[in-house]
């Protein structure tokens, strides 16, 4: 193979909502850097590849604010499907006639395994690596029953780098229908395509646990540490009653600092605890005019940012409030929905539970409302990250 007759097309448009970490998984850091920086050099060890485009997510918000792109790396806007997201890569390609499409969640690919598929896509047109399916296959029943036990002996599971044939790949994504990949669209138009062997090490990011799977398989360390965060207001008549980012029908509301959820304060506090990063009272003083009357969710927001930008994942937030009124499992759901989407976290992260103090104190008498968190976050102990906290 000729150098810089390849191309290289990392498909990085996702926006990340479904995975509940407020930074599109494509661009969370994996021992210091960018999932997709992983990708880049390893395609770039690679003699005969000349260019490389990631495709990055049409609004430039879900994505410049957490990766700087390598000098000499093209990006693109990606479309609505994939196969637009594909072509707009493809098109940025300049001098390439063969090229490897690749998605950036998975951060593991070696350089066996892309030389792997350029050779199986120079000998027949088009390739694609494979893995065995090792468990048991079962086909299921609308209503959750066994059906049926599927062969495994012709199954694989298809993984990426891709590699084609430039302009026969662009052709096809042209005219097909909605694929999940461009060997599904070369199928479709009746190419071949030759199956080489995958790497079993070469996952995919899908939920948040494999992250940790990749961090170790990577060979990086993690770092976890607990919070916990406790916040008291007084009942008072007269004012909206905002508990839990949730606003709640009474005649009276929590008395204190910004709107006074005490649930919220307590989330950011456990949160700073944790992190090392300060408390409520420090960063939004109650003294200051600014922050009177404010909505607490924005200031839990900024207290969640302030926690990822130091490289941290929440993992957990167990949140107990302490009142006779409201009576919490009513709105529980709802609680941790909003809470989950203030944090930046999915809410299978957080627990929300409610207790009294079985008429014990002005809070046992009604007078108040009490709430204790307990918040558990992670993060990368590899020698870069720390180098730069």
């Known amino acids: 193979m000729q150098k810089n007759t390849w191309g290289t097309v990392i498909v990085a448009a996702g926006s990340g909502t479904r995975f509940g970490s407020g ?11 960018a999932l997709v920086d992983w990708s880049i050099d390893a395609f770039r060890a690679i003699e005969e590849i000349g260019e490389i485009v990631v495709v990055t ?36 390609l ?17 350089v066996s395994l892309i030389r792997r598929v350029m050779k199986g896509a120079v000998d027949s047109g088009a390739a694609v690596p494979v893995i065995p399916v090792r468990d048991t296959v079962k086909s299921v029943t609308p209503s959750s029953l066994i ?25 096809v994504l042209r005219e097909a229908d909605e694929v999940t990949d461009e060997c599904g669209a070369m199928e479709l138009a009746g190419y071949d395509v030759l199956a080489v062997n995958g790497d079993p090490g070469n996952m995919k990011l899908t939920d948040p646990e494999d992250l940790m799977i ?41 008395s204190g600092h910004s709107d006074g959820d005490a649930v919220l304060h307590a989330v950011a506090d456990a949160l700073l ?62 609680m941790i929905e909003r809470i989950a989407g203030v944090t930046g976290t999915e809410p299978e992260r957080v627990w929300v539970k409610g207790t009294t103090t079985n008429t014990l ?29």
């Open 214 to 254: 990749i961090e170790s398989l990577k060979g990086g360390i993690m770092e976890s540490r607990t919070g916990i965060g406790l916040d008291f207001h007084p009942f008072a008549e007269g004012i909206p009653f905002v508990v839990g980012g949730c606003l709640m029908e009474a005649d009276f509301g929590l």
């Open 23 to 33: 930074v599109p998984k494509q661009f969370l850091k994996l021992r210091g850097r």
């Open 147 to 171: 059906c049926g036990t599927v062969s495994r002996e012709t199954l694989r599971m298809s993984q990426t780098p891709q590699g084609f044939t430039l302009d026969v790949l662009m052709r």
């Open 94 to 110: 300049e001098s390439s006639c063969l090229v490897l499409v690749h998605d950036a969640v998975r951060p593991l690919v070696s």
């Open 273 to 334: 605890s944790a992190s090392r990063l300060g408390d409520i009272g420090s960063l939004f003083p109650p003294e200051d005019e600014e922050w009177k009357g404010a909505d607490s969710a924005v200031l839990l927001e900024k207290v969640s940012g302030l926690v990822r930008g130091e490289g941290w994942e929440i993992r957990q937030l167990d949140v107990t409030v302490v009142s006779s009124f409201p009576k919490i499992s009513p709105i529980r759901e709802i």
């Open 57 to 92: 997510p049409g609004d430039s918000d879900l994505w410049k604010p957490f990766w700087n792109p390598p000098a000499g790396v093209k990006t693109v806007a990606g479309g609505l499907r994939r196969q637009d997201s594909v072509l707009a890569g493809l098109k940025a």
């Open 361 to 389: 104190g002005d809070i046992g008498r009604g007078k108040g409302l009490a709430c204790m968190v307990m918040a558990r976050i992670a993060r990368s102990t590899d020698t870069e990250v720390m180098a730069n906290h």
